[in-house]
């Protein structure tokens, strides 16, 4: 009988990079096992739904709404003139739903402006109000985006009105 000496891929070491590929994947694996663990387990109230509003809709003129569900319904206006770096009185009222907090947040709809929160004191009877300004860069018009987002014991529920403020000349 001979025995013959037989090498297989198996015995190989393997490569560094070959090794490296596996660590990460590996760390890329645990970390979307992570995000996905930490997105289901959250509470209710850190999930966000967004409704978009009612059309159409023109804050300049007047108080925009939106659904927030079946049967809640949300009012927002801004009640004064909207004019670059003065004050801006702003009210939401919600019908059929009950809120713990009230935040605005303005962002820039088509530039990097930052984030503008306001968070809204409660008045009673489903009605919010606080103040908020507004400054804008070197652009003539600047677009906005109000982000209403109303705090439930269902979550996030909230919607986003678009306007536009022009600067005097």
């Known amino acids: 009988m ?9 015995d190989a070491p393997r490569s560094p990079l070959l090794n490296w590929l596996i660590v990460v994947t590996l760390v890329t694996v645990v970390v979307a096992a992570w995000y ?5 387990m959250r509470g ?9 509003p009612k059309t159409p ?21 801004i009640d004064e003139t909207i004019e670059i770096s003065s004050p801006m009185p702003m009210t939401v ?9 009230v935040t605005v947040e303005f962002v820039g ?7 503008h929160r306001v968070e809204l004191e409660e008045h009673g009877d489903g009605v919010f109000r606080g103040e908020g300004r507004l400054h ?6 600047v677009p906005w985006r109000a982000q209403v987002i109303v705090e439930t014991d269902d979550g996030q529920k ?10 005097k000349t």
């Open 136 to 141: 804008a860069g070197t652009e003539h018009v």
């Open 93 to 101: 009222e919600l019908e059929g739903v009950e809120a713990s907090a």
């Open 109 to 115: 709809r088509d530039m990097a402006v930052g984030v």
């Open 57 to 77: 809709c023109n804050l300049h003129q007047g108080a925009c709404r939106a659904a927030l569900g079946l049967h809640a319904e949300m009012t927002f206006r």
């Open 44 to 52: 209710s109230s850190e999930h966000m739904t967004w409704y978009p």
């Open 158 to 167: 909230g919607s986003w009105f678009d306007f536009d403020i022009t600067r």
């Open 2 to 10: 001979s025995h013959s000496l037989r090498t297989t891929d198996d």
């Open 36 to 40: 996905l663990v930490d997105y289901y």
